[in-house]
């Protein structure tokens, strides 16, 4: 999308977008998104329409203004790590690396400048097949189980983070090796469990966040009156 004629066909489904749903209007990432969606679909019209499925309903929240489905599915990814990924979990904690520093990233753009490009293609065919981000979360460990043992072998956090940032656009395993799309695949179905537990786990987290929420509204209309009466 660098020349001009690509650059304004995303102006036009970017901004469509905004019209059409101005409570989100436009949000981080939402650019990686349709550009892979113009690519793929050779159609303006159909991209917008799959950008507003996306974001409304596969996921919805993710591109909110307080980006809170997105924070909900980070902690939930979290806590499958530290049940998963006991080692992985246990050095992010000894060299006080958060996770969100990539998940963030990872989830928002559905690994479009993380993966090789056959990853994404295959990626993003599941996202929309199943409707909902679970396969963004189970890439997620998928892609942390690949990248364990270059992970383990850093010593310093800035070491973890040259690790887990992508090359080009794209993470490679230990040696530069590629993540071949077979692979990833294999690991996402059968090197990992089914996440039976995960709206339970979102709902916990929902929960949480309402609180925080409610808590929050709470605090500042207390805070207004205590003006109001010093006024």
């Known amino acids: 999308f660098s020349s001009p004629s690509g650059q304004e066909k995303l102006r036009h489904v970017l901004g469509a977008f905004a019209a059409y749903n101005p409570t989100v209007g436009y949000c981080q990432s939402m650019n ?23 974001v409304n309903d596969v996921l919805p929240h993710y591109y909110h203004r307080s980006l809170y ?5 980070q902690a939930v990814l979290a806590e499958y790590v530290q049940a998963e990924l006991p080692k992985v979990h246990k050095h992010f904690q000894a060299l006080s690396f958060d996770l969100a520093f990539v998940s963030t990233n990872w989830l928002l753009c559905a690994f479009i400048n993380t993966l ?4 994404v293609e295959r990626l993003f065919d599941l996202l929309l097949y199943g409707a909902s981000a679970d396969i963004l979360l189970r890439a ?16 310093t956090q800035e070491e973890l983070f040259q690790c887990m940032k992508p090359k080009g656009g794209v ?3 230990e040696k530069g090796a590629a993540i071949q799309p077979g692979k990833l695949m294999q ?13 339970d786990r979102r709902a916990k987290f929902l ?3 309402r609180q925080k929420t409610r808590h929050s509204a709470r605090s500042e209309l207390l805070n207004a009156g205590d003006l109001q009466s010093g006024i």
């Open 207 to 209: 929960l949480l966040h």
């Open 32 to 54: 990686f998104v349709a550009a892979l969606l113009i690519l793929q679909l050779h159609d303006e019209e159909v991209a917008f329409w799959v950008l507003a499925t996306v």
């Open 187 to 199: 690991t996402i179905f059968t090197r990992l469990p089914p996440l039976h537990d995960l709206h």
């Open 116 to 119: 090789p490009w056959d990853c």
């Open 171 to 173: 993470l490679t395993l």
């Open 69 to 73: 489905g997105l924070q909900i599915d």
């Open 140 to 155: 997620s460990l998928a892609l942390l189980l690949l990248l364990q043992p270059k992970v383990l072998a850093c010593r």
